[in-house]
């Protein structure tokens, strides 16, 4: 069974520091995904990760997969308080093939305080 | 282009009761993913859609059905509701959900008393 966990599942950051999340997985996939997540709102998109070594960059996010490892890290650099969320991994179950089923990790709780 | 949309938003249902939810893609997508949502569970894959056909299902109860149609509008079924079946059922759309991300909707927020 797929299983794919997140930590820390709580961060609190003070502006302008840097800190990573870490997402690990158990099972082989060459897919995963982070998301953001408001409260009371849905799920955005922030990076697709398809390939092992890809890095992608966004503003203050960067995301990189090592499918040799099985981890995803997202990299937040100088955070500030519109960066307060809840983020999301998510791995494609059907490595090989996607059908459009994802597992999520439990979501890092950010809070980004002045 | 218009973004995935969900209808009803809010549902107050009572146990025993079902329900039907009902997700529109965005335009030219073909993949219909649902999710459920509860702060104990977290995120959770119900079932996904690709050309009317039904390719991967979670491990949800029997109750939970689903279906999509030609135009590639999906909805979900929950029968017989459960106090354990409140929670935000999303639905996301994507075009080729093994290259691309799902795109989420606003979710339903579903209450069962």
């Known amino acids: 069974e797929l299983k794919v966990e997140q930590n820390p599942l709580f961060l609190s950051m003070q502006e302008g520091k840097n800190y990573t999340i870490y997402c690990n997985y158990s099972?082989?996939?060459?897919?995963l995904y982070w998301y953001r997540q408001d409260p009371g709102k849905s799920l955005e998109s922030l990076f697709v990760l398809l390939s092992n070594g890809a890095v992608k960059q966004e503003g203050r996010l960067m995301a990189s997969l090592d499918t040799k490892a099985r981890l995803s890290t997202l990299h937040i650099t100088a955070a500030v308080h519109d960066l307060s969320a809840t983020y999301f991994c998510a791995v494609d179950i059907n490595y090989g093939g996607s059908q459009g089923n994802l597992i999520f990790g439990k979501g890092t709780k950010l809070s980004v305080k002045p | 282009k218009a973004g995935v949309t969900q209808t009803p938003r809010y549902l107050i249902k009572t146990r025993g009761q079902q329900v039907t939810l009902s997700c529109s893609p965005i335009?030219?997508?073909?993949?219909v993913s649902w999710y459920q949502q509860t702060p104990g569970q977290g995120l959770q894959f119900l079932f996904e859609y690709f050309s009317e056909t039904q390719r991967n299902k979670g491990n949800f109860p029997g109750r939970f059905s689903g279906r999509q149609f030609s135009n590639s509008r999906s909805e979900m079924n929950v029968s017989t509701l459960e106090l354990g079946d409140s929670a935000l059922y999303l639905c996301?759309?994507?075009?080729?959900?093994?290259?691309?991300?799902?795109?989420f909707g606003p979710g339903t927020r579903l209450l069962v008393l």
């Open positions: 099972t082989t996939s060459d897919r």
């Open positions: 335009s030219g997508h073909r993949s």
């Open positions: 996301a759309s994507s075009f080729d959900p093994g290259v691309e991300t799902q795109y």
